[in-house]
């Protein structure tokens, strides 16, 4: 399934409101809550923590994973958290007037 | 946007790329290789992120740009100097004319102040410059409430100020008790003067010393409230310290102390006028209620301004008048005028000139323009194959602009930091052409920094766009395919912007010389009297104390003594000093049998009888001031008087004057009944640009005292100052000599703002022709290079050198006649608007624009000689050879 244009940064804040992880967790935690529909390469991934980090919505610190391997952990920022609802009311918004729009499926009858 | 631009800074992004690379090299190891994917890929997506295209290509440009430049240092280093000098000149003049015109007041809401002006026509006497009002006017107006949030008076004046020992003259302002408090002013220690403070005359014995006083005169006390001075002999206790920042309400005129106006008699003993309805001294400013208008706040004023012009004339006192003067005094208006910038003689002089400076360092930052947009073209064109390449391999115009932009930032960017190191030097010159009272700093300012680099960059674009432009336009096939010869692309562009470079140049070289031949036809002149060995000084024994007939008892003395000095001709007393620029004006009436009234203002001075032989008056007709004119009785005032021969020719034609009698003032009612005893030659009073009617009194009739005394000396003036202070201090010790300087030094005071035009116009102007030589020199080496194979054959083919060198030679002369024929009418418009400044010397002067046009066609035909030569000296063969 691919990505609709724009998402990604929400995904990636929503997935970050749980705790700090690092550029695999990220891709790997998306993967997981999506029940393996969603499969964001990392190609696509990395620059977006990047492009979230220069904006300040996220930050970044180097500690040791459970693996006792030591990588870059990346976290939600006051910023991004403010950033995270208006997203969400945005997609909200966004989502109730397709829907509402495409009505009960008429195609289906 | 602005995150990213850390990016550019090498460090910072190197630092950031190893952080990246660890980051990757760690999640390899924790990561499925499959999963991951390339990480180069995600490493250089990334990378965009911080650095978008566009910026990476403009960082790129710019080093580019900026290496280009180190490698061509010529080009880099003319340029820069030319845009330094240009924004250079361009800031240290707007720096002046910021702090000069622009600044408000450092006071709460400055623009809501205005200054209070009487237009229309006044009864009774004046005492100071402008605007003058009478101070029972001010307090009846005081109690107008729906326009003004408060008002307040003032009178600018000097005293004598004594801390422990000797007094020294220090400027002091009278101020009503409102002043601070309607200014918004806070005290930075003790209080300011208040509204208690204006209760009854002579009972408020205190002053507020300003901040600069108390740091340089007063030691940084830490007690100073309450320390006690001598103002003019009257002790007076110190209350307060006005803030640092709070420097008067005159550009030009910095008090040291405020005084309350009710310690008038103590601080200006010469004249008492708190109860005179007629006569006038004080400024009075008020500060509009919020939201007011000037319009809707004057005409609210005038029913019960003229309620009160009416009440004034039923007053007792009031004079007898003519009915024109009485009809015109009651329609008098009070007039509201912006008061934000504060009042300032200086600024009213010295507007004129620092726009025509502000407009002359614009003319030479758009010549400096033109040499660098010209240069552009010349390296354009040096690399035209490098950019044709470019363009064939498929770089889009827009790519190719930005290149070429960014050369011209670069050029901008270290052009406005030449500049603004050059702006302490350019002020500081103009600085020490300015009388030392004047508060400006040589400083850069936020204001002055943007400026500049408003000024260079907008240069920048203008003459980098000329260059992108015409790159765009080049068919890069063409240039590939050109062999060298054939006619360059941009040459008529460049002799286009030579040539205005030319005519831009003379016309502020003209200008230069109009100012010069002002200041040298106002210096030959002369003020009318010899002033070698010429000298004067002031004194005031009102005061240092000395009341009634003692002040002029210890003004007689003080002369006594300094004609007695070895070394002293002559000495004289003036009550009004000479050439400053002000005058004792007042109309005169005149009776020899008809009465009548001079056509306005006549300037009258009083001078003792020694004053015209100092300075070497002749005495046309009948005799000068003797010592029964210099009597002591009070109630006889003036007796006699003399005129001038311009006052004598005017109002008694061929006659003479002499026996006839006079009356200061124009009422019907004034008794002439000073009679002419002599006719003196003319000489300037005010300045040297005017030569006026006067008349003349007897300086030291009835109680009379102080003045300026004029000695005229046998040695040089200033070996005889020593001996003048210790004459003075011998009849006084506590009263101090004022203003001892030459005659001549008082002549260049007068010639300042003429000094000023003449030697900074000449500045810009040589920078000015500097930078059209250099333009010239381009733009004949460009097209002698071009045809040097041309040269080379017209040789071979038995052409003399010389007219070889006539060949190149044409291209100068005809920019240089173009240049003149552009110049004319500019300067035929701009003459008349500074024609007011001239003096001696019409705006289209021919010596002036001869001399210049002739120094221009010198100086670019000299810059087209070095490349003409050079060409046609080199080797025949050489020559052939090389094409």
């Known amino acids: ?27 790997k935690a998306i993967r997981a809550s999506s029940n393996e529909e969603l499969d964001i390469e990392f190609g696509s991934l990395y620059p977006a923590l990047k492009r979230l980090e220069l904006k300040g919505w996220i930050g970044s610190d180097w500690a040791v994973s459970d693996h006792n391997r030591k990588a870059k952990f990346y976290r939600l920022t006051a910023a991004g958290r403010k950033q995270l609802r208006r997203e969400r009311s945005e997609w909200d918004t966004f989502v109730s007037t397709v829907a509402r729009i495409m009505g009960p499926r008429p195609e289906d009858a | 946007m602005w995150r990213r631009l850390k990016f550019l800074w090498p460090f910072f992004y190197r630092a950031r790329e190893r952080d990246m690379q660890e980051e990757l090299e760690a999640l390899a190891v924790i990561g ?65 004319v910021d702090q000069a015109l622009f600044r408000l007041l450092p006071v709460h ?22 605007n003058l009002l009478s101070f029972p006017l001010y307090k009846d107006l005081g109690a107008e409430d729906s326009v003004f949030e408060g008002l307040f008076a003032r009178y600018p004046t000097a005293v004598q100020c004594s801390l422990r020992g000797a007094a020294e003259e220090v400027p002091a302002e009278l101020v009503s008790g409102t002043y601070f408090r309607v200014l918004g002013v806070k005290a930075a220690f003790g209080r300011l003067l208040d509204d208690s403070d204006d209760r009854r005359p002579g009972e408020h014995p205190v002053a507020v010393v300003s901040y600069n006083f108390w740091k340089t005169r007063l030691g940084a006390a830490s007690d100073v409230i309450g320390m006690k001075i001598l ?87 009031w004079p007898q008048v003519a009915p024109g003067v009485l009809r015109d005094y009651l329609a008098s208006t009070l007039e509201l005028l912006p008061a934000g910038h504060g009042r300032s003689e200086l600024r009213g002089t010295l507007q004129t000139p620092l726009l025509i ?5 614009g003319l030479v930052l758009l010549l400096a323009c033109m040499n660098v947009a010209n240069l552009c073209l010349a390296r354009a064109y040096s690399r035209r194959r490098e950019t044709a390449l470019r363009m064939s391999l498929g770089a889009s115009r827009r790519r190719l602009t930005q290149a070429m932009l960014a050369q011209s930032l670069v050029l901008a960017v270290a052009g406005a930091i030449t500049g603004l190191l050059l702006v302490p030097l350019v002020t500081r010159t103009l600085i020490a052409l300015l009388p030392e009272n004047v508060s400006l700093s040589s400083g850069v300012n936020p204001g002055v920094l943007m400026f500049s680099i408003a000024a260079a960059v907008s240069t920048s674009l203008l003459f980098g766009l000329v260059p992108a432009f015409h790159a765009g336009r080049t068919k890069p096939n063409a240039v590939l395919k050109e062999e060298s010869g054939g006619v360059a692309p941009g040459v008529g562009l460049r002799k286009a912007l030579v040539t205005s470079q030319i005519a831009l140049a003379l016309v502020l070289l003209i200008g230069a010389g109009l100012f010069v031949r002002t200041f040298a036809a106002l210096k030959a002149q002369g003020p009318g009297f010899n002033a070698t060995n010429l000298f004067r000084f002031q004194i005031d024994p009102a005061k240092s104390g000395h009341n009634g007939l003692r002040a002029k008892r210890v003004t007689e003395q003080v002369l006594d003594l300094v004609r007695q000095l070895p070394g002293v001709k002559t000495a004289g007393l003036s009550f009004q000093e000479l050439l400053n620029g002000y005058a004792w004006g007042q109309p005169i009436t005149i009776d020899d049998g008809r009465r009548r009234v001079t056509d306005g203002a006549i300037l009258c001075n009083g001078i003792s009888p020694g004053f015209l032989e100092t300075l070497g008056i002749p005495i046309l007709a009948g005799r000068g ?100 202070r210790e004459a003075a201090r011998r009849v006084d010790p506590n009263m101090p000599v004022t203003e001892l300087r030459t005659v001549d030094d ?26 059209a030589t250099l333009g010239v020199y381009g733009v004949i080496s460009f097209v002698t290079t071009r045809r040097t194979r041309e040269i080379g054959i017209r040789l071979a083919l038995g052409s003399s050198r010389a007219s070889a060198v006539r060949l190149i030679l044409q ?40 001399g210049a046009v002739l120094l221009v066609a010198a100086a670019s035909l000299g810059a087209s000689v070095v490349p003409a030569r050079r060409a046609v000296v080199r080797n025949l063969t050489e020559t052939l050879r090389l094409e």
């Open chain 2, 625 to 724: 001031f003797n010592a029964r004119d210099a009597h002591d009785d009070a109630s006889l005032g003036f007796r006699v008087a003399i005129v001038n021969e311009s006052f004598a020719k005017r109002y008694f034609g061929d006659k003479s004057p002499i026996g006839a009698r006079l009356a200061l003032g124009d009422g019907p009612n004034v008794k002439a009944d000073l009679e002419i005893v002599g006719v003196m030659g003319n000489f300037h009073y005010r300045g040297l640009r005017t030569l006026e009617e006067q008349a003349a009194f007897p300086a030291l009739a009835g109680q009379t005292t102080g003045g300026t005394i004029f000695v005229r000396s046998v040695i040089r003036s200033e070996s005889a100052f020593a001996s003048v």
């Open chain 2, 32 to 96: 499925d290789r499959r999963e991951l994917g390339s990480l180069a890929i995600a490493a250089e997506n990334a990378r965009n992120e911080w650095r978008p295209e566009w910026l990476s290509s403009l960082a790129w440009d710019i080093r580019y740009a900026a290496r280009g430049l180190v490698r061509d240092r010529t080009f880099a280093l003319v340029s820069i100097l030319s845009i330094g000098l240009g924004v250079g000149a361009n800031s240290a003049i707007y720096s002046l």
């Open chain 2, 109 to 130: 809401e400055p623009e809501r102040l205005v200054l209070l002006n009487w237009r229309g026509r006044t009864v009774g006497p004046g005492w100071g410059t402008g």
């Open chain 2, 357 to 361: 400076l502000l407009a002359a360092t």
């Open chain 1, 1 to 27: 399934m691919d990505l609709l244009q724009g998402t990604l940064d929400m995904l990636v804040l929503r997935t970050l409101l749980g705790g700090p992880l690092h550029g695999y967790g990220v891709a």
């Open chain 2, 231 to 317: 103002i003019n002999s009257f002790p007076m206790t110190i209350v307060g310290v006005a803030p640092e920042t709070f420097r008067g309400l005159d550009w030009g005129y910095i008090p040291a102390l405020w005084i309350p106006t009710m310690m008038k008699k103590q601080a200006t003993p010469e004249f008492d006028w708190l109860d005179n309805r007629r006569g006038r001294w004080v400024h009075v400013f008020g500060r509009l209620k919020p939201g007011l208008s000037i319009a809707t706040a004057q005409a609210g004023l005038q029913p019960r301004f003229k309620a009160m012009l009416d009440a004034d004339t039923k007053r007792a006192g």
């Open chain 2, 811 to 850: 291209n100068a002369i005809v920019m240089v006649g173009i240049g003149v024929a552009i110049a004319m009418p500019v300067v035929w418009a701009l003459g008349r608007l500074v024609e007011n400044q001239l003096f001696g010397v019409r705006a289209m002067d021919g010596v002036t624009i001869t």
């Open chain 2, 746 to 771: 008082q002549l260049d005071r007068s010639l300042m703002n003429e000094r000023i035009l003449a030697t900074l116009a000449s500045a810009f102007a040589a920078l000015a022709v500097l930078l």
